[in-house]
């Protein structure tokens, strides 16, 4: 490819834009060096900052960040060194230095307003070794989608350019680069597949790794489509009836399981589609909830789907502390606002009769053990029992305001008012208890 043809390319991406601020990822090796200067061409010296990231895990690891101080300086660049050291409890090398590489990289674009993009050098030779490695590994459709030109903060602009491509552009423009040695070994997964699959693939076929990149591309334009009736099927607020779920075609099915895994997650889930029938046969009464891997479950409360992450210590989260509610006057209580308003006589949810009624209100959580006596239901009952009537999930009732005056329930949102404290015939004025979630 000729160097204006290939400037061209990367400049209709997109994904580098002029006066754009950008942190480019630079190992110091050619595609790297060739995404660097690229960089500055297109978005422009000024708006480049580059990162590199000595892991100390090679002999040659302090000469590559040598070069790469020589190379920012002659081209004008910024550069962040970061030089974390691996520990025996940091688990698989390669994963913990991505991790510790994109991280690195996310403080930096997030140090300006808005966020700068984090450019890396993979090439169109990296998404074939990504596609068939992922075929590999893990059995899934998002294995043969490859890696997005852009994910989030994330853009890849040589996606469209080959390793023979960047070696071209490093060599016409004089932009030495290093080679790491351990890309020629094969102990490594991803080597094996450049060193040993790629090539016999290739004897089967010359171009054979041009159709991977055609399938991954045809796949990705019809995900798109996928996503868009996945997204149908699932509400604003992340749940899905499980009848609904059970009623889909066993594809979608996985699909939905999947897309619920990945944003509980914040990242993909292997394998979590392959537990679908297992959760759309979760029990509709009460609570069940299933692993989907990943550190996220499925959770079915009456009947209704979703997927967390539940904390570490799987314990609740703390309740709100109490709080004193005004008669009248309005109160912030965890993630609710509490109001308490003069209002007409009537029989309605949260309207009191203000003589029954003290000075002040007191907003506080479900405490074990609270009863009432709710209107229309004789006696009292548990508040325990009331929110299983109402369907209140389990890890939601610590969060629900209870309106408590003198020491009894006077009223709970969407569960029940105090038939003691309500308004009856003698009533001649009331006040009416609301609750919205705050903001």
């Known amino acids: 490819m000729e160097r204006d043809e290939l400037l061209e390319r990367v400049r209709a991406s997109g994904l580098l834009p002029a006066g754009s601020p950008v942190v480019v990822l630079l190992s110091g090796g050619r595609d790297s060096v060739c995404l660097l200067d690229l960089a500055v061409l297109l978005a422009g010296a000024g708006q480049v900052t580059a990162l ?6 090679r002999e040659e690891a302090d000469d590559d960040e040598r070069h790469c101080a020589e190379l920012c300086a002659r081209l004008g660049v910024p550069l962040a060194v970061e030089r974390p050291r691996h520990g025996a409890g940091d688990g698989n090398v390669q994963a913990w230095a991505r991790e510790r590489r994109y991280a690195a990289a996310e403080r930096l674009a997030r140090a300006v307003d808005p966020p700068a993009a984090i450019a890396a050098g993979h090439t169109a030779d990296d998404q074939v070794e990504t596609i068939l490695y992922r075929l590999a590994s893990s059995p899934s459709r998002r294995a043969l989608l490859g890696m997005p030109p852009r994910d989030g903060l994330l853009v890849r602009p040589l996606l469209e350019l080959t390793r023979a491509d960047t070696t071209a552009w490093c060599e016409a423009r004089g932009l030495p680069w290093r080679d790491d040695a351990t890309n020629a070994g094969t102990r490594y997964a991803r080597n094996r597949v450049r060193h040993g699959l790629v090539p016999a693939l290739r004897d089967l076929h010359p171009a054979a790794e041009a159709n991977v990149l055609r399938l991954a591309a045809l796949l990705r334009d019809e995900a798109e489509l996928l996503d868009a009736l996945v ?6 607020d992340g749940t899905i009836p499980l009848d609904r779920l059970a009623a889909l075609a066993p594809a979608l099915r996985r699909l939905v399981v999947q897309r619920l895994a990945d944003d509980a997650a914040g990242r993909p889930v292997p394998g979590a589609a392959r537990r679908a029938d297992a959760v759309a046969a979760l029990r509709r009464r009460g609570s069940a909830s299933l692993d989907l891997g990943g550190g996220v479950r499925a959770v079915a409360e009456y009947g209704l789907l979703r997927a967390e992450r539940p904390p570490r210590d799987d314990a609740p989260p703390p309740a709100p502390e109490p709080v004193a509610l005004p008669v009248p006057g309005a109160v912030a209580f965890g993630g609710w606002e509490v109001r308490c308003e003069e209002s007409e006589v009537a029989a309605a949810d949260g309207v009191l009769d203000r003589a029954a009624l003290g000075g002040e209100l007191l907003v506080r959580a479900w405490r074990h053990g609270d009863r009432m006596a709710p209107v229309g239901l004789g ?40 038939a003691r404290l309500g308004v009856t015939a003698a009533t001649t004025a009331a006040v009416r208890l609301s609750a919205r979630a705050a903001g």
């Open 52 to 57: 590199h990231v000595n892991y100390g895990l």
């Open 379 to 418: 006696g009292t009952k548990s508040l325990q029992d009331l929110f299983t009537a109402r369907r209140v999930p389990r890890a939601r009732r610590g969060a629900v305001p209870v309106v408590v005056s003198d020491g009894e329930i006077a009223w709970v949102p969407g569960v029940a008012t105090s």
């Open 231 to 236: 997204a149908e099927q699932i509400a604003d």
